[in-house]
T-cell receptor
Framework: EPEVTQTPSHQVTQMGQEVILRCVPI?????FYWYRQILGQKVEFLVS????????KSEIFDDQFSVERPDGSNFTLKIRSTKLEDSAMYFC????????????FGPGTRLTVL | KQEVTQIPAALSVPEGENLVLNCSFT??????LQWFRQDPGKGLTSLLL?????REQTSGRLNASLDKSSGRSTLYIAASQPGDSATYLC????????????FGQGTTLQVKP
């Protein structure tokens, strides 16, 4: 069964450094999302991406964050200058439709900012 | 603004018991409601998706219902097993057409052998 994959599984970085989290969506999916979950808290929406552009972003998704599909297969989340409060599990999710299909989540990348 | 709440936060039951997990949401313009399972340190696994035009969905021992007028959804688990132990999350699709999901805080279920 096709699945969403994410790399790396765990990333440790120093505050102020740039990180790129990578996701490989299921091949026929057109809708892409990033969510994050701070330890012990709710899963929070960050951004949705369709047709090579951001369709919606949350208040969390400020100028330090960006997303792209650099080669038509990978879907990446970049954090330009990491803060301690960016430490969280980051989940990529993909789907075939924005409203009528479930979202398929990857296993997550645990980001630790020191 | 859509808000999703789940009660209880934790639940412990003996094996074989039937149980109900509750989810409430504030925006009745929800276009779907999804239930996920999350195992410790893992990603989210989709269990059931209920469209706004539907009242319930079933998969095996799981049955999810949706009542938009009261802003509630329930997940019914029949004949619980120790392997059902996990955190169960409900998520509402808001009124936007972007697919954004708003999650509840989850119910952590422990099924004792």
């Amino acid at each position: 069964e096709p699945e969403v994959t994410q790399t790396p599984s765990h990333q440790v970085t120093q505050m102020g450094q740039e990180v790129i989290l990578r996701c490989v969506p299921i091949s026929n999916h057109l809708y892409f999302y990033w969510y994050r979950q701070i330890l012990g808290q709710k899963v929070e929406f960050l951004v949705s991406f369709y047709n090579n552009e951001i369709s919606e972003k949350s208040e969390i998704f400020d100028d330090q964050f960006s997303v792209e599909r650099p080669d038509g297969s990978n879907f990446t989340l970049k954090i330009r200058s990491t803060k301690l409060e960016d430490s969280a599990m980051y989940f990529c999710a993909t789907g075939t439709s924005a409203r009528t299909d479930t979202q398929y989540f990857g296993p997550g990348t645990r980001l630790t900012v020191l | 603004k859509q808000e999703v709440t789940q009660i209880p936060a934790a639940l412990s039951v003996p094996e074989g018991e039937n149980l109900v997990l509750n989810c409430s949401f504030t925006d009745s313009a929800i276009y779907n409601l999804q239930w996920f399972r999350q195992d410790p340190g893992k990603g989210l696994t989709s269990l059931l998706l209920i469209q706004s035009s539907q009242r319930e969905q079933t998969s095996g021992r799981l049955n999810a219902s949706l009542d938009k007028s009261s802003g509630r959804s329930t997940l019914y688990i029949a004949a619980s097993q120790p392997g059902d132990s996990a955190t169960y999350l409900c998520a509402g699709g808001g009124s936007s057409n972007t697919g954004k999901l708003i999650f509840g805080q989850g119910t952590t279920l422990q099924v004792k052998p």
